[in-house]
């Protein structure tokens, strides 16, 4: 079981960036899955959480009106949607699937690799 995420680069405050992270061996369709970020020096903090159906999201106070979280559960990828970035944006990027509670990284069972955001002061 692998998740991929990918689309992170460094652009400027203002711009906007989509983020996907691509499943392979387990399609996730009913399981939440979710974008954590972990900026240098800091601990790895919840973004954004999608429940299986996409009827339902979760989103960390200073991304919401920036930020969505969507998935394609036959093309079994997660998206986020960032816009407006910020430089406290800046951060490797983490998807993650099946949890119990979505906002909580300690509930998922299974991490991607990560991707870094960059959004220069």
């Known amino acids: 079981v692998q998740l991929q995420a990918f689309g992170g680069g460094l652009v400027q405050a203002g711009d906007s960036l989509r983020l996907s992270c691509a499943a392979s061996?387990?399609?996730?369709?009913?399981?939440?899955m979710g974008w954590f970020r972990q900026a240098p020096g800091k601990e790895r903090d919840f973004v954004a959480a999608?429940?299986?159906?996409?009827?339902?999201?979760y989103y960390e106070d200073s991304v919401k009106g920036r930020f969505v979280i969507s998935r394609d559960n036959a093309k079994i990828t997660l998206y986020l949607q960032m816009n407006s970035l910020k430089p406290e944006d800046t951060g490797v990027y983490y998807c993650?699937?099946?949890?119990?509670?979505?906002?909580?990284?300690?509930?998922?069972?299974?991490w991607g690799q990560g991707t870094l955001v960059t959004v220069p002061a």
């Open positions: 993650a699937a099946r949890a119990s509670v979505p906002t909580r990284a300690a509930a998922y069972n299974y």
């Open positions: 061996g387990r399609t996730f369709s009913n399981d939440v």
């Open positions: 999608i429940t299986s159906s996409g009827k339902t999201t």
